[in-house]
């Protein structure tokens, strides 16, 4: 008699999680999966490091890695953002992405240039101020940069055809490997911080070679399992962006799938025929929101991890503080690596539904998203202030420096952070690149301030996160605000991806042109 209320039980369980699943955007479970395992390799690498690394090696390796979720996130990742909205855009209309492909890896190179260059010329002094001298350290910084410039391409192309199953996959191989190579390094008792950083560098590459065959299947034949081999019409093109943006918001599956067998009449399954010839991608619809995003990601990249390069710069010899910091700020951005789950996702089905001119579906996307985050970041952060004091010292073998009061500030600015970020990227899909670089620029303004007040230096890094932080949030959601009750619905429609510039198709009759379903 006991087995029906557990099996009753289970059930409850099993429906609550489904409908947890249909109130985030499609796609969030397959990349949320890989994105655990990446966090989850986040953690043993810093931990595997921490305890085989003396302290004053260990903090050049802490320098390290936050360079490159700081810096190296902050420049590429907004090359994935636009890849995925602009391959989106392109799915829906039934236009070909290869083109998106191209411009995007040879835009991503072209900055991997542009940064590493002038590092190597400086390597002596940026090795001095930053590394203790080790101009190894230099050399893996520019690699790691390397490996991101290529993995975010592919996953744009991932993300904006659907492929989020192998989106995840490559998030997922790249941490097993990297559990796999920090623990042979643990268990060998290596003291050269140059292969513990080689951990930032190798797995990404390895997984991204790995999944290539699928990157090159999405820039040949568009969304998966489905080609449009004719021209669309009009009224068939608006029909399938609203059918992909109602889809998107629902969470079915087969939202993608709909513009081809909607709209181009002769689409197939299988993916055996190419998409219709693409029409080049000009460099301006690329660079032309890029200019705006990739200052507003490092910003928000610099808001998040300027704490521990605050303490490396304003008292340098600290080292014990900047280890312990670090695993704190590790352990308090945990809801951040569930977080990055829903970013592909959302972006994708957010440009979906403004391509289709669906503010209805804009906006419960949106909405559900936010509280989702809002929970998540709350959730988290009650966690970390209970169990963060006693469990740094033990997970990460750190010094015992840091108390609740810290983790709190570290939890509330990770929280407000999070919120921003939603609403950077809704911002970012109406066509508000401009606006969200400026929100982001007050709130890292906001950072300095406090940064660099008469505290002590604790609470001014701690503090100046949480202050930046929900500064920005508060401005970005005036201007979400803003954009979807204010603006006309002719906004959203010039958004929508429906010009030459975004995916070379010219409606010349307006009667063409996609209409909102609102």
Same mark, same amino acid.
């Given at each position: 008699m006991a087995e029906a209320p557990a099996g009753a039980a289970g059930g409850r369980a099993r429906r609550l999680g489904r409908r947890a699943l249909a109130v985030l955007p499609p796609g969030t479970a397959l990349v949320g999966a890989g994105t655990a395992v990446l966090g989850l390799a986040s953690y043993i690498q810093l931990a595997a490091a921490g305890r085989t690394l003396p302290s004053d090696r260990m903090a050049g390796v802490s320098v390290l890695w936050t360079l490159v979720f700081s810096v190296g996130l902050g420049l590429f990742f907004p090359i994935e953002q636009e890849m995925t909205r602009l391959v989106a855009a392109r799915v829906v209309a039934g236009e070909g992405t290869g083109p998106v492909l191209r411009r995007g890896l040879a835009t991503s190179l072209g900055l991997l240039a542009a940064v590493c260059v002038p590092v190597a010329v400086l390597a002596h002094p940026v090795a001095n101020r930053l590394f203790d001298g080790n101009l190894s350290l230099v050399g893996a910084l520019c690699a790691a940069?390397?490996? /991101?410039?290529?993995?975010?391409?592919?996953?744009?192309?991932?993300?904006?055809?659907?492929?989020?199953?192998?989106y995840g996959t490559q998030l997922a191989l790249d941490g097993a490997l990297r559990v796999v190579f920090s623990v042979l390094l643990a268990a060998a008792g290596?003291?050269?911080?140059?292969?513990?950083?080689?951990?930032?560098?190798?797995?990404?590459?390895?997984?991204?070679?790995a999944t290539l065959p699928?990157? /090159?299947?999405?820039?040949?034949?568009?969304?998966?399992?489905?080609?449009?081999?004719?021209?669309?019409?009009?009224?068939?093109?608006a029909a399938a962006a609203a059918g992909v943006?109602?889809?998107?918001?629902?969470?079915?599956?087969?939202?993608?799938?709909?513009?081809?067998?909607?709209?181009?009449?002769?689409?197939?399954?299988?993916?055996? &025929?190419?998409?219709?010839?693409?029409?080049?991608?000009?460099?301006?619809?690329?660079?032309?929101?890029?200019? @705006?995003?990739?200052?507003?990601?490092?910003?928000?990249?610099?808001?998040?991890?300027?704490?521990?390069i605050s303490v490396k710069l304003l008292a340098p010899d600290d080292t014990?503080?900047?280890?312990?910091?670090?695993?704190?700020?590790?352990?308090?951005?945990?809801?951040?690596?569930?977080?990055?789950?829903?970013?592909?996702?959302? =972006?994708?089905? =957010?440009?979906?539904?403004?391509?289709?001119?669906? $503010?209805? @579906?804009?906006?419960?996307?949106?909405?559900?998203?936010?509280?989702?985050?809002?929970? =998540?970041?709350? &959730?988290?952060?009650?966690?970390?202030?209970?169990?963060?004091?006693?469990?740094?010292?033990?997970?990460?073998?750190?010094?015992?420096? =840091?108390?609740? &009061?810290?983790?709190?500030?570290?939890?509330?600015g990770t929280l407000c952070y999070m919120l921003a970020s939603v609403l950077g990227q809704a911002l970012q899909t109406t066509g508000g690149h401009g606006r969200q670089l400026v929100s982001w620029a007050v709130g890292t303004?906001?950072?300095?301030?406090? &940064?660099?007040?008469?505290?002590?230096?604790?609470? $001014?890094?701690e503090i100046a996160y949480a202050v930046g932080a929900a500064i920005t949030a508060i401005l970005l959601s005036i201007r979400v605000t803003y954009a979807i009750r204010m603006q006309p619905m002719r906004h959203f429609d010039r958004q929508a991806g429906w010009t030459d510039a975004i995916q070379g198709t010219n409606f010349r009759d307006p009667a063409e042109r996609p209409q909102s379903v609102e």
């Open positions: 940069f390397g490996a /991101l410039s290529v993995a975010y391409v592919t996953r744009g192309m991932l993300a904006g055809t659907g492929r989020f199953r192998v290596t003291h050269s911080p140059l292969l513990f950083a080689a951990v930032l560098t190798v797995p990404t590459l390895l997984s991204v070679a699928w990157v /090159l299947r999405a820039a040949r034949y568009g969304a998966e399992g489905v080609s449009a081999v004719k021209p669309v019409a009009g009224a068939d093109v943006a109602a889809g998107a918001v629902a969470g079915g599956a087969t939202g993608a799938a709909s513009v081809g067998e909607t709209a181009g009449g002769a689409a197939r399954t299988g993916g055996a &025929t190419a998409l219709r010839s693409s029409p080049p991608l000009p460099w301006r619809a690329l660079w032309s929101g890029l200019l @705006a995003l990739i200052p507003s990601t490092l910003l928000a990249q610099l808001l998040v991890n300027i704490s521990v014990a503080f900047i280890t312990a910091l670090l695993s704190a700020v590790v352990l308090a951005r945990v809801p951040l690596f569930v977080f990055g789950s829903l970013q592909a996702s959302l =972006l994708r089905g =957010l440009s979906e539904a403004v391509a289709a001119g669906d $503010r209805a @579906a804009y906006r419960q996307l949106l909405l559900r998203t936010a509280a989702f985050t809002g929970l =998540l970041g709350g &959730t988290g952060g009650v966690v970390a202030v209970a169990l963060g004091p006693w469990l740094v010292p033990r997970l990460f073998g750190s010094p015992d420096l =840091l108390g609740w &009061t810290d983790f709190a500030w570290l939890s509330a303004a906001a950072l300095l301030a406090v &940064t660099f007040s008469p505290l002590p230096i604790r609470d $001014r890094v």
